[in-house]
């Protein structure tokens, strides 16, 4: 005769709720130092005030930057006007929601900041925002 086993399986208890939390604590981690990430890997610049200016927090952030003496700069690299053209291009082939900053000098001649504006829409750019900083009231 066969023994019956009448002891009640318990199935294990699986707690959720300190794993949202554990997710949601990386999420903001996550968010809150590739904010950081963006801002270091720029040349510092003193940078026009405006008082709607917002952050851009995409990952394919590509900062062209116009000195005040009129030198381009394609992500820290020193840049001829003819050779940026051809890196945006580039930049866009490898993705095409590419978002180009342009990050002009508050000093820098208007007409420097119109070629490179210029020369990104002869590229094929699309994505193109002009960086400035939050206007302290």
């Known amino acids: 005769m066969r023994r019956r086993d009448f002891r009640e399986k318990t199935q294990p ?3 959720i709720i300190p ?10 981690f996550f968010m809150i130092s590739t904010i950081y990430m963006v801002q270091t890997n720029t040349l510092p610049v003193s ?3 405006s008082t709607t200016a917002k952050q ?3 990952p394919n952030i590509v900062p062209i ?3 005040e003496s009129g030198d381009v700069l394609f992500d820290k ?5 003819q050779e940026l ?13 590419t978002i180009f900053v342009l990050r ?16 990104l829409k002869k590229s094929g750019a699309y994505r193109v925002s002009i960086a400035t900083e939050l206007k302290s009231n």
């Open 19 to 28: 794993m949202i939390d554990i997710m949601l604590f990386l999420l903001v």
């Open 13 to 15: 208890l699986v707690m």
């Open 104 to 119: 002009g000098d508050k000093s820098a001649r208007y007409e420097s900041i119109v070629a490179v504006l210029d020369l």
């Open 85 to 97: 053209g051809e890196k945006v291009h580039r930049a866009l082939e490898q993705d095409k929601d």
């Open 65 to 67: 930057t116009v000195m």
């Open 56 to 58: 851009e927090t995409r």
């Open 77 to 81: 690299d020193t840049v001829p006007n």
């Open 47 to 49: 940078l026009p005030q």
